[in-house]
Every structure is written in C-alpha cells, then in structure tokens.
C-alpha cells in the first residue's frame, strides 16, 4: 500500500430514494478520518467532492425503470475519471459515499488498472440486481451486477470496456437481505458469498483467513467496497437501508485489521452514510475508526 492517500467525496443520493445520503462525505471528514490518516504517518490529498446531477422526476427519464439514471451514469463518469488520475499518480483512492451506486464509477476507473482485480464487498446486501430483477429501480442495488457487466449499457459502458471485474474474482461478506434475482444470479455465477450464517458460524477471523486465500493468488489488487450497512444497525444507525442481524463493531475492526496485515487492498470506499437518520454522527465515526484499522492503526 502507497503512502499517499487521495480522498474523493461523492455526495449522491440519486441511487435511492432516501434523503441525506449525500452529507455522507461531509460526516466522515468531519469525524476526522484526514487527521487520523495523518497521525498514521499518511500523506493525504482532499481532492473534493465529484459534482453531482439533479434528481430527475421519472416521467422525464428516457429509462423510466432505472431511477436518475442519466445523473447517476454522468456522474460515474466523472469518478471513473478522477479514480484512475489517482491510480496512474501512485496515490491509493479512498472514496467515500454517497449511496452504494458510486461503486459503478470507483470500480470503472480502478480496474482499467489490473487484469484480474478482486473485490470485497462488505455488505447486507449483494447489489446484484439489474432492470429487470429490480423491485425498485433504485440504482444503488445494482452497482456490483454492472461491474460484472450485467445491466443498462450506459452504466456498463462506462470508462470504455466491460465487464469490469470477473465473477470468480468477487467475494460478498455479510450478506443477509437478497432478491430472488440476485440469488439465482450468484448461484449461476458462482460468485463466493459469506452470509451472516457462516460469519456465526465460522467466526470473522475464519472468514477474512478464507477471502484472503481465494483472492490472493489470482488477483493482482483487491478493490475495498464496504457499505456501512454491513455492519448491524446497533452499531451503524444512520443508513438507508438498515437490516437486523448484521456483523458487529467489533467483528468489522478484526476483518479490517486482517486486511491490513495482508496488505493486499489496493483501492477502497466507504458508503452509505447518511446522518440525516444517524445518532450524533455515529455511524460516520464508526466508518473512521474502521478506516485507521484498515491503515494500519494498533492498539499497541
């Protein structure tokens, strides 16, 4: 992992439905992730916030299923642009969300950077659906099925060639909320998933010690994408789509301390904070502290 850091804030809220997701940015710099990062002897650019479109009324959509699609696709063109200026700098982007559909433009300008990238995808949910699995049009349920090439043309295509990422190459952590879609699509997929029944079951330490083994000999970067609703609502209230049952405060620093032993994270993003339905700025404090363990930070 580089020393150098670049901060790319992407305050979209157009992905979904819910409000205020677009102050996630603001509350994590805010809950003093630059001055962590410095503390660990980082060097950190701010290079701002990516400019983000209207919200569009859906009558005025030319796809009327896919909620601001035109916006979200616009701006997912403007941070697969920004990410790979990082990459091509030697910077490490760290992006922070937004809703979850930002990971449609990070893991665009990251993989024009690797042959075989992997991702970790820590969340509830799988975001695996497309148009036509939808319930809700909501583009932040689709990020992970674009990349993997699968959905409208303007999303796949963006920052050129798709699909981004390879199946084979995906690991979901936490998962416990998926639509039928995405079900059938991770079994014909292959695609490797540890829901919460085998985190119970097999213990995070078990689980992070397996995602590193399959990821690390077939992979030449490892892409970070970790939806604060991963993690239980106890422990990271302010989400928008907030499930029961989730991973714990704990458990979330112990994976992200494995990954920095293995320093095999190349590039990463924090999503989902939105302090419009938080507690005091919990859960942005709770994305910081897991960002210093994710650099590196100790106890001792």
Do not use: C
Request: aromatic share 4%; proline share 4%; charged share 25%.
């Amino acid at each position: 992992m580089t020393n150098n850091i670049s901060i790319i804030g992407v305050p979209m809220d157009l992905g979904q439905t819910r409000r205020g997701v677009d102050m996630g940015p603001s509350a994590i710099r805010y809950a003093g992730i630059i001055e962590l990062l410095e503390r660990l002897d980082y060097k950190i650019e701010d290079l701002g916030d990516i400019q983000i479109g209207k919200r569009e009324r859906n009558n005025h959509e030319p796809n009327h299923k896919l909620k601001n699609l035109k916006a979200v696709a616009e701006a997912s063109e403007q941070l697969a642009s920004k990410v790979d200026e990082v990459i091509s700098s030697g910077s490490f982007p760290l992006v922070f969300g937004g809703d979850h559909s930002i990971a449609i433009g990070t893991l665009a300008g990251v993989s024009k950077h690797y042959e075989n990238l992997g991702v970790i995808w820590y969340d509830a949910h799988g975001d695996l659906n497309t148009e036509e699995t939808s319930p809700s049009g909501n583009i932040h349920g689709m990020p992970l099925a674009v990349s993997l090439g699968l959905g409208d043309s303007s999303l796949t295509g963006i920052a050129g060639s798709s699909p981004k990422i390879r199946p084979e190459n995906v690991v979901i952590i936490g998962a416990r909320s998926l639509d039928e879609g995405e079900r059938e699509l991770i079994k014909e997929h292959g695609i490797k998933v540890f829901t919460m029944h085998e985190i119970d079951r097999m213990g995070m330490a078990a689980v992070i010690e397996e995602t590193i083994s399959y990821l690390k000999d077939k992979t030449d970067g490892v892409h970070l994408s970790l939806d604060l609703d991963g993690l239980d609502p106890l422990d990271a209230p302010g989400v928008g789509t907030p499930v029961i049952g989730g991973i714990s405060y704990r458990e979330s620093h112990l994976a992200m301390e494995m990954l920095a032993e293995a320093n095999m994270i190349t590039s990463a993003e924090f999503v989902e904070v939105n302090p419009i339905l938080d507690e005091r700025n919990k859960t942005a404090t709770v994305a910081v502290a897991l960002m210093g363990s994710l650099f590196g930070e100790k106890l001792l």
